[in-house]
Nanobody, 123 residues
Framework: VQLQASGGGLVQAGGSLRLSCAAS????????MGWFRQAPGKEREFVAA????????YYADSVKGRFTISRDNAKNTVYLQMDSLKPEDTAVYYC?????????????????WGQGTLVTVSS
């Protein structure tokens, strides 16, 4: 599976952005998809995950109620809608994938990673 993230940019605090991650390769619906982020000088952290069917989602407490993960299996794409953005959301955001047959829910590891897209939230 190859993953290509896009949609990052500069936004003011309180604003919104939508990230996209396009997947190529095998059957998209057989992969749990996740979003992670890494802020400058910090370790990468989990943001959100969505099951292969899209029926289950899981969020980090820091983004719950502000971010929404979704997927369109017909388009092989997963999205991260980010609302009410805060300066502390500034980070490089990565999408990741793991086979639903080789992971728990929510997954504790991911097998495939895309390149990051930078999100900068100004105060």
């Amino acid at each position: 599976v190859q993953l290509q993230a896009s949609g990052g940019g500069l936004v003011q605090a309180g604003g919104s952005l939508r990230l996209s991650c396009a997947a190529s390769g095998r059957t998209f619906s057989s992969y749990t998809m996740g979003w992670f982020r890494q802020a400058p000088g910090k370790e990468r952290e989990f943001v959100a995950a969505i099951s292969g069917s899209g029926g289950s989602t899981y969020y980090a407490d820091s983004v719950k109620g502000r971010f929404t993960i979704s997927r369109d299996n017909a388009k092989n794409t997963v999205y991260l809608q980010m609302d009410s953005l805060k300066p502390e959301d500034t980070a490089v955001y990565y999408c990741a994938a793991v086979s639903i047959y080789r992971s728990t829910w929510p997954p504790n590891s991911y097998a495939y990673w895309g390149q990051g897209t930078l999100v900068t939230v100004s105060s």
